[in-house]
């Protein structure tokens, strides 16, 4: 396979070349690297230089960009302190909470860097595979975050009412209406194994689509709006994500009745 260039680059947005399967570029043992999972490593290797350039920027007396993140921070924390109710709550849970913001964030953001998707490796039968793609377009990825806020869920349920009492949430034998009752409860959890990936994959997946389109069309006048709605769409869904861990986790702490 041949490294690409600009005139390839072209000829991929023209031929419109979409697919739903993640691009592999190679494997890891039996693991295989696709270019979603490139793009989310490049990811968190971003976030740690930020991580490690802010943390030895910080003083005691803020500059503005600090104070700046100091406020976003402290007011995420509030908010979750108030969902949740405790500080003892917000101290547990926000850590994960803002981890899958950010990290939600940068990949969709990377994700529509303009020449994502652009630059890879042409095999023999002339089909490209982009050595960077959207995160968010492969349903493992999504699939995998799903799960981790799914547990986080689950878990916070039960060191909250302790696994018998969790439990009777979903299976309950007191009577025929509780048993109905606990299994559609079950049910509704479940679901959101779907509801979760899915939301976050089909919102990407879309925007990505709706570039490759306008830049096929429109190339010098349309995509710049999209580009910027994009943006705005990577930051609602980290927020979708993050904001709906944290309700279900306010709910998993309920009592059932």
Known sequence: ??????AHATEEVSSLSLQLNPYILGYLGE???TSTLLTAWLSIIILIILALIIRYKISLIPNKLQSVAEMLIGGAYDYTKEILGTKEHADRYFPILITIFIFV???NWIGVLPGVGAFGFYDSNDHLTP?????????????????VAFLTIEVAGIVSLGLWKYGS????????LSFAIGIM???????????FSFRLFGNIF???????IAIFFVPYIVPIPIYAYEI???IIQAGIFAVLTLFFIKLAHEAPH
Do not use: H, Q, W
């Open 185 to 195: 409860e079950l049910i509704s959890v479940l679901a959101r194994l779907v509801s």
């Open 169 to 176: 949430k979903f299976i309950n034998f007191k009577s025929p």
């Open 1 to 6: 396979m041949d490294f690409i260039n600009i």
């Open 105 to 107: 964030l940068a990949v």
């Open 206 to 212: 879309a925007g990505k689509t709706l570039i490759l």
């Open 131 to 147: 050595l960077f793609y959207p995160s968010a377009t492969d349903l493992n990825i999504t699939i995998g975050l799903t799960i």
């Open 232 to 234: 705005f769409v990577g």
């Open 31 to 33: 693991l295989p690297i």
